[in-house]
C-alpha cells in the first residue's frame, strides 16, 4: 500500500511541475490552432480523452510518453472529413530502434478547399487556396517504476494563398502504468516553441496546452474508461473555468475483433454559438474492427446542427 501510495505520489508532483513550468508560457491569443485537432479515430470516438492510451501509435500526437508502450512497430493512416469542404488526415509510425529507443514520426495535413479570388472592384480573378501540414519526430523512454517519459519535436507550416507562416515546437510526456490495478495517469504539454515566420509584421504564440488525465480498465468488464482535462493554461476569468476543457471516453469490448466506443467534450459544446441549440453537440461515438494486426476504426462527431464530422483510421502492427 505504501509504494503504491508513493507511486501515485510521484504521479501528483511530475503533474503540478509541469504545470509550474508551463504556466509562464501561456498566451492569450492563438494561432495554428488546428494542433488541437484529434487525429485518429479512436481518439476522437472517445472525445479525445487519450493522453493516457497505450500502445497505439496515434497516440504519440497527444502524449510522446505514450512510445514507450508500444510493442512492437506500428503504422496508421486518417482521413478525416470536416464541414464544408475541409479535409485533413495523417500518417503516424513508431519502431524500435537499437541504443536509442521507441521512436515515432508522423505527419499531418489540413486542406481548406479552394477559394475564389477577386479584385478591389469585385471581380473574379482566379481562386487561391490554405493548408496546414505538421512533421512530428517523437521519442520515449522508461523511467522506471512504471513511469514513461517521452519528447516530440515538431515543425509547423501554413499556407494562405501566396502567404505561408512557419514554426517550431517541442512537446514533452509522463505517463504512469499501474498494471496490477489497471491504473493510468499522465501529463503533457504540447506546442511550446515559436515562430519562423509569420503571416503578418509581428510574431503570433503558439497554442500551448497543459493537459492531464487519467484512465482505469475495470475488472471483470472489458471496459477502458478515461478523463482529461486540456487547455489549463487558457486565460479565465476564475480558477473553475479552467478545467471547463474536459472529456470522458468510454472502449468497450465487445468481442475479441470489436470495440465500441463512445465520448463526450465539454470544450466542443461550449464552443456551439449562445442561443443556438446544442442538442448532441460534443459528443461522439464509433467502432473498431479488428482483423489479426489490422485495425480499423470510424467515429462520428455531433455539432448539432451544424453537421457531423467523420473520421476513419487504419492501423497495423508488425
Do not use: C
Amino acid at each position: 500500500m505504501t509504494s503504491t501510495f508513493g507511486r501515485l505520489a510521484s504521479v501528483v508532483l511530475g503533474m503540478a511541475t509541469f504545470l509550474v513550468v508551463a504556466t509562464a508560457s501561456a498566451q492569450k491569443p492563438y494561432i495554428y490552432d488546428f494542433l488541437r485537432s484529434d487525429v485518429s479515430a479512436r481518439a476522437s470516438a472517445m472525445g479525445g480523452s487519450f493522453i493516457t492510451v497505450t500502445n497505439d501509435v496515434s497516440a504519440i500526437y497527444y502524449n510522446p510518453a505514450t512510445l514507450n508502450t508500444i510493442d512492437s512497430s506500428q503504422v496508421a493512416f486518417s482521413a478525416f472529413k470536416h464541414l464544408l469542404d475541409i479535409n485533413s488526415g495523417s500518417l503516424m509510425f513508431a519502431t524500435e530502434i537499437s541504443g536509442i529507443g521507441r521512436t515515432g514520426i508522423g505527419v499531418s495535413y489540413n486542406n481548406y478547399g479552394s477559394f475564389q479570388r477577386r479584385d478591389k472592384n469585385g471581380q473574379e480573378v482566379g481562386d487561391f487556396g490554405s493548408s496546414d501540414i505538421v512533421a512530428i519526430v517523437g521519442w520515449g523512454t522508461t523511467l522506471g517504476e512504471g513511469f514513461s517519459a517521452g519528447l516530440n519535436a515538431k515543425a509547423i507550416f501554413s499556407t494562405i494563398d501566396t502567404y505561408g507562416s512557419s514554426a517550431l515546437a517541442l512537446d514533452g510526456g509522463l505517463l504512469y502504468v499501474d498494471t496490477a490495478s489497471r491504473f493510468q495517469a499522465a501529463a503533457s504539454i504540447q506546442n511550446l516553441g515559436g515562430q519562423l515566420s509569420s503571416f503578418g509584421q509581428g510574431s503570433e504564440p503558439l497554442p500551448v496546452d497543459l493537459r492531464l488525465g487519467v484512465s482505469h480498465q475495470l475488472r471483470g468488464l472489458p471496459l477502458l474508461i478515461a478523463l482529461n482535462f486540456s487547455r489549463l493554461l487558457d486565460e479565465q476569468d476564475n480558477f473553475i473555468d479552467r478545467f471547463a476543457a474536459f472529456s470522458v471516453g468510454g472502449e468497450f469490448t465487445l468481442s475479441r475483433p470489436i470495440r465500441l466506443r463512445i465520448g463526450y467534450n465539454n470544450r466542443i459544446r461550449q464552443d456551439v454559438p449562445i442561443g443556438s441549440s446544442k442538442g448532441l453537440s460534443g459528443f461522439s461515438g464509433g467502432v473498431g474492427i479488428v482483423i489479426k494486426d489490422y485495425r480499423v476504426d470510424y467515429s462520428f462527431n455531433s455539432l448539432d446542427r451544424l453537421g457531423g464530422q467523420h473520421r476513419v483510421t487504419l492501423n497495423a502492427a508488425f
